[in-house]
């Protein structure tokens, strides 16, 4: 099975298309959460979600529009856009986000595998680096876990006492770009698929990966998006305009 895995949109409808329409051949999608928040497509987002996603975890950002979560951790850029992201949303999608599961989730042919938002430790707790990886990959009971919240795009590893890190290592600024990604069998992995509507790793292209469960390894991409549209999106809706720009940086 070929699964299609996305994480973090933040209401960025021109990346998720982008994403969508340049993920090769996949049988299933599995959505790590914070699928609003920052963008200002929220309704089109969660709706486009709904049709292609079967399953889902929650995110920090879904858990604070819909009110299951209090603004006072959020700065307040995100605070605002969490607010009026509440603002904007039908009933149907407000209430279908207050109803996401938290992680972890698995898919019940594959138990080995398990998703979650942050950590399987903390759904909220940010893996930024592999001191951070070290204590779930210690106690991981799974083969790999795949998860989101940094919006960096990457994988922690770990074998008996010793961990690794493995970053994407693209060659190009503005095209469609793919990095292969073997594992092994012998080793517990934590992997993040990237942002879609918001990457933070200095790169703006919208991620997301494929997880090949027969060949037992992950395909990164990375998709150039009509940032325009979104960054004008957003100064339509009157949000902070700090939420367009630091779009074209990948901050």
Same mark, same amino acid.
């Given at each position: 099975?070929?699964?299609?895995?996305?994480?973090?949109?933040?209401?960025?409808?021109?990346?998720?298309?982008?994403?969508?329409?340049?993920?090769?051949? &996949?049988?299933?999608?599995?959505?790590?959460?914070?699928?609003?928040?920052?963008?200002?497509?929220?309704?089109?987002?969660?709706?486009?979600?709904?049709?292609?996603?079967? &399953?889902?975890?929650?995110?920090?950002?879904?858990?604070?529009?819909?009110?299951?979560?209090?603004?006072?951790?959020?700065?307040?850029?995100?605070?605002?856009?969490?607010?009026?992201?509440?603002?904007?949303?039908?009933?149907?999608?407000?209430?279908?986000?207050?109803?996401?599961?938290?992680?972890?989730?698995?898919?019940?042919?594959?138990?080995?595998?398990?998703?979650?938002?942050?950590?399987?430790?903390?759904?909220?707790?940010?893996?930024?680096?592999?001191?951070?990886?070290?204590?779930?990959?210690?106690?991981?009971?799974?083969?790999?876990?795949?998860?989101?919240?940094?919006?960096?795009?990457?994988?922690?590893?770990?074998?008996?006492?010793?961990?690794?890190?493995?970053?994407?290592? &693209?060659?190009?600024?503005?095209?469609?770009?793919?990095?292969?990604?073997?594992?092994?069998?012998?080793?517990?992995?934590?992997?993040?698929?990237?942002?879609?509507?918001?990457?933070?790793?200095?790169?703006?292209?919208?991620?997301?990966?494929?997880?090949?469960?027969?060949?037992?390894?992950?395909?990164?991409?990375?998709?150039? &998006?009509?940032?325009?549209?979104?960054?004008?999106?957003?100064?339509?809706?009157?949000?902070?305009?700090?939420?367009?720009?630091?779009?074209?940086?990948?901050?």
């Amino acid at each position: 099975m070929r699964i299609l895995v996305l994480s973090d949109i933040h209401g960025n409808l021109d990346a998720l298309e982008a994403c969508l329409a340049s993920a090769e051949r &996949y049988d299933i999608v599995v959505n790590l959460g914070d699928i609003v928040g920052y963008g200002a497509s929220p309704n089109e987002v969660i709706d486009r979600s709904r049709e292609v996603g079967k &399953y889902f975890v929650r995110g920090n950002h879904d858990k604070a529009t819909s009110g299951l979560m209090d603004l006072k951790d959020f700065n307040p850029i995100a605070g605002l856009a969490a607010l009026w992201t509440r603002d904007q949303l039908t009933p149907e999608n407000l209430q279908w986000l207050r109803g996401l599961p938290q992680g972890p989730v698995q898919i019940p042919d594959f138990p080995e595998i398990q998703f979650v938002h942050g950590s399987p430790i903390d759904e909220d707790e940010y893996v930024v680096t592999l001191h951070d990886a070290l204590a779930p990959l210690a106690t991981l009971p799974l083969a790999v876990t795949f998860f989101g919240h940094t919006h960096l795009q990457g994988a922690f590893s770990f074998k008996t006492a010793a961990g690794d890190a493995f970053r994407p290592p &693209y060659k190009t600024i503005g095209q469609n770009e793919t990095t292969q990604f073997a594992l092994k069998k012998d080793v517990r992995y934590l992997i993040n698929p990237g942002s879609v509507g918001q990457p933070r790793d200095g790169d703006w292209r919208a991620a997301f990966a494929i997880f090949d469960t027969e060949k037992w390894a992950v395909t990164f991409q990375r998709v150039p &998006y009509n940032l325009k549209s979104a960054q004008d999106r957003i100064f339509a809706a009157n949000l902070p305009q700090r939420l367009a720009t630091r779009l074209a940086a990948g901050r």
